[in-house]
């Protein structure tokens, strides 16, 4: 069953910035899309970004684009999800998702980002 | 912009069967959108149910089934029970690698 764990969640003033990891395990990474999905409290799923098995093409939601760059690490079975510019509407709990299909799969417990002064 | 739109709520009798929906406010969904859904309770992650339009992820027991219904992708929950009642979500593939949730459903079984 596709494992996978997110680190580096914390609390950051605006303007600043934050990297997130995830670090897979149970299924063979180098196959699969991967994905970054956040949930701000008490509000729905949101789509963040998209990654390809070999990294050779990223999307990002609008809302993101410019701010926000997703990269994985085959080799480590990582996947990485580097946060600048961060804003208040940020804040959110942060879910890696994958593994399954090409859709949001395998998700992790998910790590929180709280963007605040 | 398009959106993907979901029931805001829903409410199906124990032992019943209700189906969910996911639509577009313009255009049809087709198995080209590689529709998918997921069931989260609160405080929890999301689990995958469905994935691919009709293909169920390891684990789902077979009372929960996915299908194209008109212009929509549908979820079918059949023998509906008490631990059923949570939120469902789903997600359709735009194109130019974007996706995009629904708002979500919550399922109330009563």
């Known amino acids: 069953e596709v494992q996978l764990v997110e680190y580096g969640g914390g609390l950051v003033q605006p303007g600043g910035s934050l990297r997130l990891s995830c670090a897979a395990s149970?299924?063979?990474?180098?196959?699969?899309?991967m994905h970054w999905v956040r949930q701000a409290p008490g509000k729905g799923l949101v789509w963040v970004s998209r990654?390809?098995?070999?990294?050779?093409?990223?999307t990002y939601a609008d809302s993101v684009k410019g701010r926000f760059s997703i990269s994985r690490d085959n080799a480590k079975n990582t996947l990485y999800l580097q946060m600048n510019s961060l804003r208040v509407e940020d804040t959110a709990v942060y879910y890696c998702?994958?593994?399954?299909?090409?859709?949001?799969?395998?998700w992790g417990p998910g790590t929180l980002v709280t963007v605040s002064s | 912009q398009t959106v993907v739109t979901q029931e805001p709520s829903f409410s199906v009798s124990p032992g019943g069967t209700v189906t969910l929906t996911c639509g577009l406010s313009s255009g049809s969904v087709s198995t080209s959108y590689y529709p998918a859904w997921y069931q989260q309770t609160p405080g929890q992650a999301p689990r995958t149910l469905i994935y691919?339009?009709?293909i169920r992820s390891s684990g789902v027991p077979d009372r929960f089934s996915g299908s194209i219904v008109g212009n929509k992708a549908a979820l079918t929950i059949t023998g509906a029970q008490a631990d059923d009642e949570c939120d469902y979500y789903c997600v359709l593939y735009m194109g130019n690698g974007i996706w995009m949730f629904g708002g979500g459903t919550n399922l109330a079984v009563l």
């Open positions: 998702a994958g593994g399954v299909g090409i859709a949001p799969g395998g």
């Open positions: 691919s339009t009709n």
């Open positions: 990654i390809k098995s070999d990294g050779s093409s990223r």
């Open positions: 149970e299924f063979t990474f180098s196959r699969y899309w």
